[in-house]
């Protein structure tokens, strides 16, 4: 793990410790904080070997980086919403009900590929659009 702390932080860290501490007790000190540190790593490991026991072989070949929150690419997952395709729901029987708007969306596409497109109904002249009262 990288904590961000450069060398430079690290001596000024050690020297601040050595005058609050003491050059007689900082060796104890270090030491405890050793212990420590080995404490957490094998709690650390010993965690993990528990989880991946409980949870099964299933889980192994799960890739944790995709779900890291940092590979986040707002860009990439609104594309890809873009780009699914939407089925038109059934109904309507007028001229204008129906009535598929298609457009190309080639230019969103990365290299200009064509793309799937999208389907939207028309509502009939003077009918309301769908509303949901519970969601405003």
Same mark, same amino acid.
Request: glycine fraction near 12%; aromatic fraction near 6%; charge should be negative.
């Given at each position: 793990?990288?904590?961000?702390?450069?060398?430079?932080?690290?001596?000024?860290?050690?020297?601040?410790?050595?005058?609050?501490?003491?050059?007689?007790?900082?060796?104890?000190?270090?030491? %405890?904080?050793?212990?420590?540190?080995?404490?957490?790593?094998?709690?650390?490991?010993?965690?993990?070997?528990?989880?991946?026991?409980?949870?099964?072989?299933?889980?192994?070949?799960?890739?944790?980086?995709?779900?890291?929150?940092?590979?986040?690419?707002?860009?990439?997952?609104?594309?890809?919403?873009?780009?699914?395709?939407?089925?038109?729901?059934? %109904?309507?029987?007028?001229?204008?009900?129906g009535a598929p708007i298609v457009g190309s969306i080639a230019a969103l596409a990365p290299g200009g590929a064509m793309t799937p497109t999208r389907t939207v109904?028309?509502?009939?002249?003077?009918?309301?659009?769908?509303?949901?009262?519970?969601?405003?």
């Amino acid at each position: 793990m990288n904590f961000g702390l450069s060398a430079d932080k690290l001596i000024v860290i050690a020297v601040i410790a050595l005058m609050v501490v003491g050059p007689e007790r900082l060796p104890k000190y270090a030491e %405890g904080f050793a212990r420590l540190v080995k404490r957490v790593g094998e709690y650390l490991r010993g965690a993990k070997d528990r989880v991946s026991s409980e949870m099964g072989p299933e889980f192994e070949d799960v890739d944790w980086r995709k779900l890291d929150p940092r590979q986040y690419d707002p860009r990439r997952i609104i594309r890809e919403a873009i780009l699914d395709e939407v089925v038109p729901s059934p %109904g309507g029987g007028g001229a204008g009900a129906g009535a598929p708007i298609v457009g190309s969306i080639a230019a969103l596409a990365p290299g200009g590929a064509m793309t799937p497109t999208r389907t939207v109904e028309r509502l009939e002249t003077g009918e309301l659009p769908p509303y949901d009262s519970e969601a405003t």
